[in-house]
């Protein structure tokens, strides 16, 4: 069983490091509820062509990324790189849903083959949210503030948000017959890259890290001078509203986004402290996805931020988890077989235990008790045992035995009373 390793990019989350991921949900999940976004869970394996649709064939996602394998039965899966066109294939299955608005969020692992590096893995996390049924473009607003705002909550500072607008399918279209022409004219010029993406993807040009492309493209047609009157309205009422809001923004006329769904709002947020993986969260609106995979027009807009690059900005301040209330200290067959009884009971109270079944010598158990930096302890020895009760007292007072007691195990008032007194509950964060 030598040299099993992970695959290249997955990762371990031991419970040390899952303890500020906990902290950071745990957030995340309270403002979610505020803002009535409800949990939805979707299979993370799906079928292949679920990702061709919904994502895009001239993808990188789709081209190079998917971790797609055939099954026993012969079909085609893909483990899910993203969770928007799962969420899309659940509306068109559920027709219950195509009737109402519907605001959902989801966390969970994604899979996409890339070149793993500082913030970027083969299997990551995302949290996603999806407004599914809302054109408004105040809803593109009030989902682009749920993003911000779970930021903020986090303390993360150093946030930029680019917006731009991608315009409806139509703008998009004459845009890209003017924008291929002048391609073609300057392909010399271009990088490999760009050259591979001109009939493939060539929208996604517009966003290439290659400084002599991105100089190039300073004089090629502007998507924005392409949008209709209707695509400009709506893209005036969101910056207006996000200022009026105090959310800051920049305008990124280049922001194109990597999936293929996109129409009018695409946006990212950046941290300035997260290096060449900058982005921690990306999202826009879908109004024609759900109709392109077989489902009715039904307008959307989400975002998903990646988790990994969450927990790398978020503070110190998470770290903390909680500590053990009790530990449980003793000795002997007897004494054990009791505090396996009393710990039992204590899962009935809101106290974290602990249970030494080590059988060590005390002076050694005191010790883990301290090192865990219990805030009490219960030491049952065979006396203490023959007779069916325990003494329980606060590991860090420093007067002396005042708030040591003998308690029976029957005694199960006494004993809530001395909880109550002694540990007052640290669910604070
Ligand atoms: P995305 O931009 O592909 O959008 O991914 C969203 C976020 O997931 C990224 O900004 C990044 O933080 C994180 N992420 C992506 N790939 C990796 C990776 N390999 N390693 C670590 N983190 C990564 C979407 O997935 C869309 N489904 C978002 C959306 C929802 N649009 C509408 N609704």
């Known amino acids: 069983m030598n040299n099993l390793k992970n695959l290249r990019g997955t990762f371990d989350l031991l419970p040390e490091k899952l303890t500020k991921w906990q902290n950071v949900e745990e957030i995340i999940k309270t403002q979610l509820l505020r803002a009535s976004v409800r949990e939805i869970r979707t299979p993370i394996i799906e079928m292949t062509e679920l990702f061709i649709r919904g994502i895009g064939e001239g993808t990188d996602v789709v081209n190079k990324e998917m971790y797609t394998f055939t099954d026993r039965g012969n079909r ?11 969420v899309a294939r659940a509306i068109i299955n559920d027709g219950n849903l195509q009737n109402s608005q519907n605001k959902f969020w989801y966390m969970g692992p994604m899979f996409r083959y890339e070149r793993p590096q500082a913030g970027r893995q083969r299997q990551f996390h995302q949290l996603g949210v999806e407004f599914i049924g809302y054109e408004s473009p105040y809803s593109d607003v009030s989902l682009i503030s749920l993003a911000w705002d779970i930021l903020e909550k986090l303390g993360i500072s150093e946030l930029n948000l680019e917006i731009n607008s991608l315009g409806d399918i139509y703008d998009r279209k004459s845009y890209q017959i003017s924008f291929l022409k002048w391609l073609e004219d300057n392909i010399d010029n271009l990088d490999q890259d760009s050259k591979a993406r001109i009939y493939k993807n060539p929208l996604r040009i517009m966003d290439t890290k290659n400084q002599e492309t991105k ?34 923004f920049i305008e990124n006329p280049n922001l194109v986004r990597g999936l293929d769904y996109y129409s009018h709002t695409a946006f990212e947020i950046t941290s300035g402290n997260l290096g060449s993986q900058a982005t921690v969260c990306g999202g826009g609106r879908y109004d024609n996805l759900i109709d392109q995979m077989g489902g009715p027009k039904i307008p959307a807009i989400g975002f998903a931020i990646g988790l990994e690059r969450l927990i790398l900005l978020a503070g110190k301040q998470f770290d903390k988890g909680r500590e053990t209330d009790i530990y449980i200290v003793n000795k002997g067959a007897q004494a054990q077989s009791l505090a ?22 005390f002076s050694k158990q005191l010790k883990k008790a301290n090192k865990c930096n219990a805030k009490s302890i219960i030491v049952i020895g065979d006396e203490e045992a023959n007779k069916r009760e325990f003494s329980i007292r606060s590991f860090n ?7 040591q007691l003998t308690i029976s195990i029957e005694e199960n008032v006494k004993l809530e009373k001395w909880i109550c007194n002694n540990l007052a509950s640290n669910t604070s964060l």
């Open 76 to 86: 085609s899966c893909t483990l899910r790189p993203e969770g928007t066109a799962s």
């Open 215 to 248: 100089q190039l493209l300073e004089k090629a047609p502007k998507l924005s001078d392409f949008l209709s009157e209707n695509s400009l309205e709506r893209y005036s009422i969101i910056k207006n509203q996000l200022k009026s809001m105090k959310i800051p």
């Open 340 to 361: 396996l009884e009393l710990s039992r009971k204590l899962r009935h109270y809101d106290v974290i235990t602990e249970i030494d079944l080590s059988d060590a010598s």
């Open 397 to 403: 007072s420093n007067h002396e035995n005042k708030n």
